[in-house]
């Protein structure tokens, strides 16, 4: 049986280990992905039960693939979660990182994948169930019919889909996550080895709301000060999106969100909306956990967190989907609007700080 320093020693130079007791994030700390979370507790479930039922199985030839692909924009939630899943159940996690396991030597890139894979599945023999997650995982499981791809990255394909094709046949507790913000990339066959395809996106207003509101609790928590027309702001923004989305449906028969095109943006533009569920428009969670802690820096000095303040600092990271090249979730005409010194909840002109 492996000791927990011997798991960190051994699968450490591949990647961050995680034993359930080392994790902070908790299910209820990531808020929204309500349908993912549910397939994750089935999977957990199973997993967790796995060794009590595998003998079952392989009489059946049912052993399930304990595989997932979570794929998605970054900032959105897919390690996180993750993680909080593997600490419920007392799951050790190792999170590979792609880095690690690429080498410009040939034929190391495909000594590495089987090394940390077979590692791992050694220490789920052991030890109990044990899940490894593969960060950009496109990175080693590109399309290998890009014709950009050389040799040794399509070498290394054949390798990742053999050694899941081992575990899964020997009914080894090992669970295997990949995931990637370039899905597009990954190849077919990576595709298939993979039973769950969970897919993140950014939050739409409501849960950019619920995301918003449960850090500025956190600040008050820390006895910072958070000025009422945050709050109030919020809640006139959020009728205003609410009446669009639903004059928009009325109007052309199905359910339009700000994602699509640029239809509901121009609805906004149109009524001069630029507060702070505007401005969050292809905004990660982390981009909001990011934003809140530059306006922390802030607050130590004013001791209160205005309207101001939170829409430069959110306005200041910038959202996630510009940072990839999403300019298509922004809106392509903001209004110019003066800014002002008016506490920001006039929800048609933006802050100023």
Partial sequence: ?????????RLGKYGAVYLPDDIKESIDDIIGNEEIKERLEDFFGALKKYETIVEKLKKSKLTPNLTVLLYGPP??????????????????ICVVESDRLVS?????????????????????????????????????????????????????????????DKVNYD??????FGATNHQHQLDSAIWRRFTFHLKFDFPDYNLRKLIIESFLNKMKEAQI??????????NDELK??????????????????????????????????NGILQLTIGYSGSDIERGTRVALFKTFTTELLTYDIFYKSLK??????????????????????????????????????
């Fill in 75 to 92: 900032g959105t939630g897919k390690t996180s979660l993750t993680r909080a899943f593997s600490k419920l159940y007392g799951i050790p």
């Fill in 1 to 9: 049986m492996y000791s927990d320093d011997e798991i960190k020693e």
């Fill in 240 to 273: 205003i999106f609410q009446t669009i989305s639903k004059e928009l449906k009325k109007k052309i028969g199905r359910e339009i969100t700000e994602f699509d095109g640029a239809v509901f943006r121009k609805e906004l533009a149109e009524k001069g909306i």
């Fill in 104 to 164: 410009p030597l040939l034929g190391d890139t495909i000594k590495n994948i089987r090394n940390v894979v077979e590692l791992a599945a050694d220490i789920a023999n052991e030890n109990g169930s044990f899940l490894l997650f593969f960060d950009e995982i496109d990175a080693i499981g590109s399309e290998r019919s890009n014709i950009h791809e050389v040799g040794e990255i399509k070498r290394a394909v054949i390798s990742f889909l053999q050694v899941i």
């Fill in 171 to 176: 009914a080894i507790p090992l669970a295997i």
């Fill in 316 to 353: 200041l990271v910038g959202g996630t989907a510009i940072h990839v090249g999403r300019q298509d979730f922004l809106s392509s005409s903001q209004p110019d609007i003066n800014r002002t010194k008016d506490s920001g909840s006039d929800l048609s002109m933006p802050p100023e700080i």
């Fill in 225 to 234: 000060g958070v000025d009422d027309s945050i709050i109030s702001g919020l």
